[in-house]
């Protein structure tokens, strides 16, 4: 048993030395990892935001979110 055990673990040494991830591989999950916390980090404070405003802990909220949307709806 020990002896099927090192052979195991010299092969998986063997294959863990043949294989290089690229820099396009590093360079891609680099930037979506990036893109997923920007996403999430968006997501929570906008629903954070939301949910303040709905509490009414946070009551000049609302008149940002008015005073933005006049602005979208003055460039459209």
């Known amino acids: 048993m020990r002896t099927y055990l090192k052979r195991i673990e010299h092969e998986l ?8 991830p690229s820099w396009k591989r590093l360079l891609l999950e680099g930037l979506l990892r990036a893109a997923g916390l920007v996403a999430g980090t968006v997501l929570t404070i906008a629903l954070l935001g939301w949910l303040l405003t709905i509490l009414g802990v946070i009551p000049g909220l609302e008149e940002v979110a008015d005073w933005l949307n006049q602005i979208l709806e003055a460039r459209t």
């Open 13 to 20: 040494t063997d294959i863990r030395k043949g294989v290089k």
